[in-house]
T-cell receptor, first 117, second 113 residues
Framework: GAGVSQSPRYKVAKRGQDVALRCDPI?????LFWYQQALGQGPEFLTY????????KSGLPSDRFFAERPEGSVSTLKIQRTQQEDSAVYLC???????????????FGPGTRLTVL | GDSVTQMEGPVTLSEEAFLTINCTYT??????LFWYVQYPGEGLQLLLK?????DKGSNKGFEATYRKETTSFHLEKGSVQVSDSAVYFC????????????FGKGTLLTVNP
């Protein structure tokens, strides 16, 4: 079956531009996560959705970052007024479980590589 | 907060060599532990996991045992192949937060024929 997909795969933005990154989770998966992976580092948690509810946004680096999942399926991560330090790979993951089933497998998409010039 | 420390890379081995990648963690409560692998040009994939102390996760010849007494989850494989060349990430969930993954920095493994 289809896995998690993300688009675009690559995005180049000029400093100050707004960008929107899309995630299509596996059909039927309740939980959706966004992570940021800087070059040479492990992914770091940004935000978590259970269906359409954003239950945790503690990892978002600033108020320029905004995520939504209005119908409980597709999610969009938006970054306003991009800065050079926003350059990273943005990973989306989904899992079948509800919050609390912490051992459930998270399935990752291929990521969007954002470069801010 | 929760944290994961794994062996610095890169690691370069010859085919059929024994592999160990060390991973230790700090967490409140009783986390689940994972190894994820990222092959060149691909997304992160779950390699194996263990959910409680003394559990052994295994997959594709790789093994890791959840050691609560040493807070470790070292990855091992008895005989690596060229196709095992990838970046390996140790991760945990369920410590201070019961859903998000906390990752180590990753270890690049290169296996030469």
């Amino acid at each position: 079956g289809a896995g998690v997909s993300q688009s675009p795969r690559y995005k180049v933005a000029k400093r100050g531009q707004d960008v929107a990154l899309r995630c299509d989770p596996i059909s039927g998966h309740v939980s959706l996560f966004w992570y940021q992976q800087a070059l040479g580092q492990g992914p770091e948690f940004l935000t978590y959705f259970q269906n359409e509810a954003q239950l945790d946004k503690s990892g978002l680096p600033s108020d320029r970052f905004f995520a939504e999942r209005p119908e409980g399926s597709v999610s969009t991560l938006k970054i306003q007024r991009t800065q050079q330090e926003d350059s990273a790979v943005y990973l989306c993951a989904s899992s079948l479980s509800l919050q609390g089933a912490f051992a459930d497998t998270q399935y990752f998409g291929p990521g969007t590589r954002l470069t801010v010039l | 907060g929760d944290s994961v420390t794994q062996m610095e890379g890169p690691v370069t081995l010859s085919e059929e060599a024994f592999l160990t990648i060390n991973c230790t963690y700090t967490a409140t409560g009783y986390p689940s532990l994972f190894w994820y692998v990222q092959y060149p040009g691909e997304g992160l994939q779950l390699l194996l996991k263990a959910t409680k102390a003394d559990d052994k996760g295994s997959n594709k010849g790789f093994e890791a045992t959840y050691r609560k007494e040493t807070t470790s989850f070292h990855l091992e494989k008895g005989s690596v192949q060229v196709s095992d060349s990838a970046v390996y990430f140790c991760a945990l969930s369920g410590g201070g937060s019961n859903y998000k993954l906390t990752f180590g920095k990753g270890t690049l493994l290169t296996v030469n024929p």
